[in-house]
């Protein structure tokens, strides 16, 4: 079965850094997010991406935050001046594109910034 | 704000009982997902709801949206080691097409 896969699986940073988390979602899906989730807490919405441009995003994907689809196939997330409290797995999900289907979510990168 | 919420927040079960999780929206729902997510693993999807008053099953889990479209519940018998987890409901974000809204979760932990 197809499935999303990210790297890394676990990102060491410092405060202030850059870091990119990188997603290949499934490869005929059109709807792509990132999602994170704190240590035991629920799942956040960050932000939605289709045709080349973000859908939707909240309130903590704030200028800090950015989206790419460098190429037909991989989905970043760029982190900007990495903070302690972005310390959180980040899942990247896809889904088929009809309205609300189910997401399929990656295993996740976990991010810890020291 | 929309509010997706769900009760327990923990539940600890022996092996062979049942059990029910409960979510609830402060807004009504188009439909409502169900996603569990393994110890160190990722949400993995179960279910989507999307009549009122439908019910689903899935061999030992039973699933289940409210007249109202506000609530959902999910309902697993005999409970097995497997079942351990975290069980989400999500519904879509008031007036948005993208994002799911998840609650908070029922962790499940099982004693054999």
């Known amino acids: 079965e197809p499935e999303v896969t990210q790297t890394p699986s676990h990102q060491v940073t410092q405060m202030g850094q850059e870091v990119i988390l990188r997603c290949v979602p499934i490869?005929?899906?059109?709807?792509f997010y990132w999602y994170r989730q704190i240590l035991g807490q629920k799942v956040e919405f960050l932000v939605s991406?289709?045709?080349?441009?973000?859908?939707?995003k909240s309130e903590i994907f704030d200028d800090q935050f950015s989206v790419e689809r460098p190429d037909g196939s991989n989905f970043t997330l760029k982190i900007r001046s990495t903070k302690l409290e972005d310390s959180a797995m980040y899942f990247c999900a896809s889904s088929s594109g009809t309205s609300h289907s189910p997401l399929h979510f990656g295993n996740g990168t976990r991010l810890t910034v020291t | 704000g929309q509010q997706v919420m769900q009760i327990p927040q923990y539940q600890h079960v022996q092996e062979g009982e049942d059990f029910t999780t409960y979510c609830n929206s402060s807004?009504?729902?188009?439909?409502i997902q169900w996603y569990k997510q393994r110890p160190g693993g990722h949400p993995v999807f179960l279910i989507q709801l999307v009549k009122s008053g439908e019910v689903k099953k899935q061999k030992r889990l039973t699933f289940q949206f409210g007249e109202a479209k506000k609530n959902s519940s999910l309902h697993i018998t005999a409970t097995q080691t497997t079942d351990v987890g975290t069980y989400f409901c999500a519904g879509p974000g008031q007036n948005s097409w993208g994002k799911l809204q998840f609650g908070a979760g029922t962790q499940v932990v099982v004693t054999p």
């Open positions: 807004t009504t729902l188009s439909n």
């Open positions: 490869s005929n899906h059109l709807y």
């Open positions: 991406f289709y045709n080349n441009e973000i859908s939707e």
